[in-house]
């Protein structure tokens, strides 16, 4: 395990569980959040994030998270391991919640100055709401892509609990 893609639904933990397997493995951590939204929630350009994932990937080691389906290829074919986060739908709605409701009330920093607000938790773009339109597309999708032969090099760790992604992080390193 040196090149890690860890993936799964909005709030699932990708970010949390990367950033715990960078430090226990003493790889970088490359959040693809962070490549992709530029000041004032704008989206960076398909060609600028590709070229910042791929320099971001350049190295020997590291472990990126995010669903970018446009960096997929660049993710996926450079990583030897998939860790794929499948929570339940309530488990993953809890923790997306408080953690929204967190971010609005401390105002905490995320990628280029841009912060969650109330009005943006409350609107057509909230990540609440797009947990609802994606959880089960991607629980489908995985599954198919995963069974596509440009992958099947991925050593797949699919973690389907919160206690089984606790187990398997204390064996990790």
Known sequence: MQRISVVGTTGSGKTTLARHISQRLNIPHVELDALHWNPNWSESATDVFCSRVAEALSGDRWVVDGNYSEVRNLTWSKADTLVWIDLPFSTTFGRLLRRTVRRVVTQEELWSG?????????????????????????????????????????????????QFAQTWLKELG
């Open 114 to 162: 841009n912060r969650e607000t109330l009005t943006k938790a409350l609107s057509r773009d909230s990540i609440l709401l797009w947990l609802f339109r994606t959880y089960h597309k991607r629980r489908r999708e995985y599954p198919v892509l995963l069974q596509q032969p440009e992958y099947a090099h991925l050593k797949i760790i699919h973690l389907r609990s919160p």
